[in-house]
């Protein structure tokens, strides 16, 4: 019998396919540009916060002063973690990817909640805002732990971006590198309708809780496609080490069909707008950190790239000075794509929320080209391989 085929076209990547109308965030690819809410990205990274900034892409409008008081007060209420997360994290493997404790930690938050689904959409905020407060509090405890140490405790009033800095390592953060991370946090808050967030927008389109969305994106941002980027660029400035090895490991790279990681976007085909913000406080950081040498390399890199590449499309992205900015930070490297989980978890409740608001299941199709109506043979005469 004949397979069935409909004349379809198949979009494979789901590349420029759209699944709603969004007021979140607006990206320019061509002229470097993008928006949170209709605010540019330097305008945010220059004024805002990263608390403001996850007001604005969840709510829609800028906060109020006590508007933003009551927000940052939800999250400094829900930065602590109970005892039993901080045993099940005891009893992780030391050597567990960050991300994948991470994914475990959210899910296992779902579990002790005694009410984790809920069709309000305010109290659907609600519990991502309580997952996106216990993000910094869990990372940092992992990673104390598998260092022999002790977690500790949020002091409860501090930002974000403080907050991760001081669980890090029990010392108050200096305010620069407070600042630094902060606008790191605002830079990778959203980003429109990326494998993550689409994950978490077909999870809640089926109405559940939000623990499974944010648990969804956890999952794909995992993959090294999305997330991961900025590690892969780092290791690549620390393995050449010197900015006079820079032209030869790029040409190198190119003559061996290599990605130079940090470079290219689906979406940008010039300057990804927070590279060009990032790079800027990369360099001041690298100056206060006496760290000259690195993000020498990672320049001499990029401006070797970007002449040999001089007339494609292929531009730095964000992830060529974020994995520098974190190193900088002193922050371990694979903490940086939980770091941007810290951040995303705002972008994924507000597309997430956007969605619900005018729900349809997302179901889309698959056309078959496999065979039909075969007869069902006996075990003993089947062939063990896969039909011609
Ligand atoms: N270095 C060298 N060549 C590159 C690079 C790069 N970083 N990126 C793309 N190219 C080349 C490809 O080899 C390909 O060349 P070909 O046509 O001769 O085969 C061409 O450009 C097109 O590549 P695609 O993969 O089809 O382009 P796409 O737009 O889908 O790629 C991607 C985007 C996946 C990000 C790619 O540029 C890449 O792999 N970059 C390196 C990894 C990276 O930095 N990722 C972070 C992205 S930012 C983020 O996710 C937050």
């Given at each position: 019998?004949?397979?069935?085929?409909?004349?379809?076209?198949?979009?494979?990547?789901?590349?420029?396919?759209?699944v709603?109308?969004?007021?979140?965030?607006?990206?320019?690819?061509?002229?470097?540009?993008?928006?949170?809410?209709?605010?540019?990205?330097?305008?945010?990274?220059?004024?805002?916060?990263?608390?403001?900034?996850?007001?604005?892409?969840?709510?829609?409008?800028?906060?109020?002063?006590?508007?933003?008081?009551?927000?940052?007060?939800?999250?400094?209420?829900?930065?602590?973690?109970?005892?039993?997360?901080?045993?099940?994290?005891?009893?992780?493997?030391?050597?567990?990817?960050?991300?994948?404790?991470?994914?475990?930690?959210?899910?296992?938050?779902?579990?002790?909640?005694?009410?984790?689904?809920?069709?309000?959409?305010?109290?659907?905020?609600?519990?991502?805002?309580?997952?996106?407060a216990?993000?910094?509090?869990?990372?940092?405890?992992?990673?104390?732990?598998?260092?022999?140490?002790?977690?500790?405790?949020?002091?409860?009033?501090?930002?974000?971006?403080?907050?991760?800095?001081?669980?890090?390592?029990?010392?108050?953060?200096?305010?620069?590198?407070?600042?630094?991370?902060?606008?790191?946090?605002?830079?990778?808050?959203?980003?429109?309708?990326?494998?993550?967030?689409?994950?978490?927008?077909?999870?809640?389109?089926?109405?559940?809780?939000?623990?499974?969305?944010?648990?969804?994106g956890?999952?794909?941002?995992?993959?090294?496609?999305?997330?991961?980027?900025?590690?892969?660029?780092?290791?690549?400035?620390?393995?050449?080490?010197?900015?006079?090895?820079?032209?030869?490991?790029?040409?190198?790279?190119?003559?061996?069909?290599?990605?130079?990681?940090?470079f290219?976007?689906?979406?940008?085909?010039?300057?990804?707008?927070?590279?060009?913000?990032?790079?800027?406080?990369?360099?001041?950081?690298?100056?206060?950190?006496?760290?000259?040498?690195?993000?020498?390399?990672?320049?001499?890199?990029?401006?070797?790239?970007r002449?040999?590449?001089?007339?494609?499309?292929?531009?730095?992205?964000?992830?060529?000075?974020?994995?520098?900015?974190?190193?900088?930070?002193?922050?371990?490297?694979?903490?940086?794509?939980?770091?941007?989980?810290?951040?995303?978890?705002s972008?994924?409740?507000?597309?997430?929320?956007?969605?619900?608001?005018?729900?349809?299941?997302?179901?889309p199709?698959?056309?078959?080209?496999?065979?039909?109506?075969?007869?069902?043979?006996?075990?003993?005469?089947?062939?063990?391989?896969?039909?011609?």
């Amino acid at each position: 019998m004949s397979t069935i085929r409909e004349p379809v076209v198949i979009h494979k990547g789901l590349d420029n396919v759209y699944v709603k109308e969004s007021k979140i965030c607006y990206i320019d690819g061509e002229a470097s540009k993008l928006f949170y809410r209709g605010y540019s990205i330097e305008e945010l990274a220059s004024h805002s916060t990263f608390e403001e900034a996850s007001y604005l892409l969840i709510y829609g409008w800028l906060p109020t002063e006590s508007q933003l008081d009551q927000f940052t007060r939800k999250l400094e209420s829900n930065r602590a973690v109970e005892p039993r997360l901080l045993e099940l994290l005891r009893k992780l493997p030391p050597k567990s990817d960050p991300m994948d404790v991470l994914r475990t930690a959210v899910s296992a938050l779902g579990v002790y909640d005694p009410q984790p689904a809920t069709d309000d959409l305010d109290a659907r905020i609600d519990k991502a805002l309580a997952i996106l407060a216990k993000v910094p509090t869990i990372i940092t405890a992992f990673q104390r732990l598998r260092t022999g140490s002790d977690p500790i405790p949020p002091t409860g009033h501090m930002t974000q971006a403080g907050e991760f800095l001081y669980m890090l390592t029990g010392h108050e953060p200096k305010p620069h590198d407070v600042h630094v991370m902060d606008v790191a946090l605002i830079l990778h808050a959203e980003h429109e309708m990326n494998a993550s967030t689409f994950a978490c927008t077909v999870t809640a389109s089926t109405l559940a809780d939000m623990y499974s969305v944010i648990t969804s994106g956890i999952g794909t941002l995992r993959g090294p496609l999305h997330g991961g980027a900025n590690e892969a660029a780092l290791r690549t400035v620390l393995d050449v080490g010197d900015p006079s090895n820079a032209e030869s490991y790029v040409v190198d790279a190119l003559a061996h069909k290599k990605r130079i990681m940090g470079f290219g976007h689906r979406v940008y085909k010039t300057w990804d707008p927070r590279y060009l913000i990032l790079k800027k406080l990369g360099e001041e950081l690298a100056v206060k950190k006496e760290q000259t040498k690195l993000f020498d390399t990672a320049l001499a890199i990029e401006t070797s790239a970007r002449r040999h590449l001089e007339g494609t499309p292929i531009f730095p992205n964000v992830d060529s000075y974020s994995g520098i900015v974190f190193h900088m930070l002193g922050i371990e490297t694979d903490l940086f794509t939980p770091i941007f989980v810290m951040s995303r978890i705002s972008g994924w409740t507000a597309h997430t929320i956007e969605y619900l608001e005018a729900n349809r299941l997302i179901r889309p199709k698959a056309l078959y080209v496999g065979k039909i109506g075969l007869p069902y043979p006996p075990i003993e005469s089947r062939s063990g391989k896969p039909q011609e």
